[in-house]
Nanobody, 120 residues
């Protein structure tokens, strides 16, 4: 059974930092691309960052480039999102997503989300 458990969210002041973690189990983590998404109240869920299975390549939304860093530790089955210079507009529920290979397809699995609130 695939499980993705996010942690590390909370309340932070503008300009502050947080590090989100997503612990994965139930699939071959080292073969799966991993992503972070976020959803703010009243808005659609949006892609924040993606890292390939070996961690060699990453991709970021323009709104977080230069401030956020996605990384993974395949020995710990964990993906991280380091968020620096946080802004109020970064306030959202952050979700971890795994693209798990099933045959010829990649099936998406989601965590339950962790709330990030940026406010003074």
């Amino acid at each position: 059974q695939v499980q993705l458990v996010e942690s590390g969210g909370g309340l932070v002041q503008p300009g502050g930092s947080l590090r989100l973690s997503c612990a994965a189990s139930g699939f071959t983590f080292s073969r799966s691309a991993m992503s972070w998404y976020r959803q703010a109240p009243g808005k659609e869920r949006e892609l924040v960052a993606t890292v390939t299975s070996a961690g060699a390549d990453t991709n970021y939304a323009d709104s977080v480039k230069g401030r956020f860093t996605i990384s993974r530790d395949n020995a710990k089955n964990t993906v991280y999102l380091q968020m620096n210079t946080l802004k109020p507009e970064d306030t959202a529920v952050y979700y971890c997503k795994a693209g798990v290979i099933r045959g010829l397809n990649a099936v998406a699995y989601w965590g339950q989300g962790t709330q990030v609130t940026v406010s003074s």
